[in-house]
């Protein structure tokens, strides 16, 4: 329930946000390319390293150093986008993560595999997520795979997700969870 509450209160808050200070709704296509220029391909020194320290905080993102890990694996300055959140600076992600561990009850990252392209790492993964909305218990299981970039000392400056988010999220909250399925089926 309280997973439902906080992912309610933050598309609700980034609604009101986006009414009040914008022109336009963020484009985070345009964002993503954009940071693509900012943020330059660095190899990481160790490329099975920045891997596990990436999956290390997903993983455990219930636990309560989920913040310090956040903090020993991103930049100050990144661009972090997960499909349902967007960040710029590690502040701002840090909290997002532990706010997102805090309302589900599970989050169990699988590493699939992982490649490395010049300076870019992708890394497929499957998620298995247990929260609980209006008191009945979801276990959510999804695929996706993460677009990395590292900085010179090797910490995360780019990180654009892509999954399916209503798979693994919307299609499971009530209401919108029957539009989803519904519009899926037409589809």
Same mark, same amino acid.
């Not at 998620?127 to 590292?150: E, Q």
């Not at 400056?157 to 209503?166: G, P």
């Given at each position: 329930m309280k997973f439902f509450w906080l992912m309610l209160t933050l598309g609700v808050f980034a609604t009101l946000a986006g009414c009040a200070g914008r022109e336009k709704a963020p484009d985070f296509a345009q964002d993503y390319i954009a940071a693509l220029q900012q943020f330059p391909a660095v190899p990481p020194a160790d490329p099975e390293a920045a891997v596990a320290r990436f999956v290390s905080v997903f993983t455990h993102l219930t636990d309560d150093d989920v913040g310090e890990r956040a903090r020993r694996a991103y930049a100050e300055t990144l661009f972090f986008n997960d499909t349902l959140h967007s960040a710029t600076d590690r502040d701002t992600l840090v909290a997002y993560l532990e706010?997102?561990?805090?309302?589900?009850?599970?989050?169990?990252?699988?590493?699939? +595999?992982?490649?490395?392209?010049?300076?870019? %790492?992708?890394?497929?993964? #499957? /998620?298995?997520?247990?929260?609980?909305?209006?008191?009945?218990?979801?276990?959510?299981?999804?695929?996706?795979?993460?677009?990395?970039?590292?900085?010179?000392?090797?910490?995360?400056?780019?990180?654009?997700?892509?999954?399916? +988010?209503?798979?693994?999220?919307?299609?499971? %909250?009530?209401?919108?969870? #029957? /539009?989803?399925?519904?519009i899926r089926g037409r589809l």
């Open positions: 706010a997102t561990g805090n309302a589900v009850d599970s989050i169990e990252v699988d590493l699939l +595999s992982w490649t490395l392209d010049g300076g870019d %790492l992708y890394v497929r993964w #499957g /998620m298995r997520t247990r929260f609980t909305v209006t008191r009945r218990a979801i276990d959510s299981y999804t695929v996706g795979m993460t677009h990395l970039r590292f900085n010179e000392a090797g910490d995360i400056v780019l990180h654009q997700d892509f999954w399916d +988010s209503t798979q693994g999220f919307y299609q499971h %909250l009530p209401i919108v969870g #029957g /539009m989803v399925r519904w």
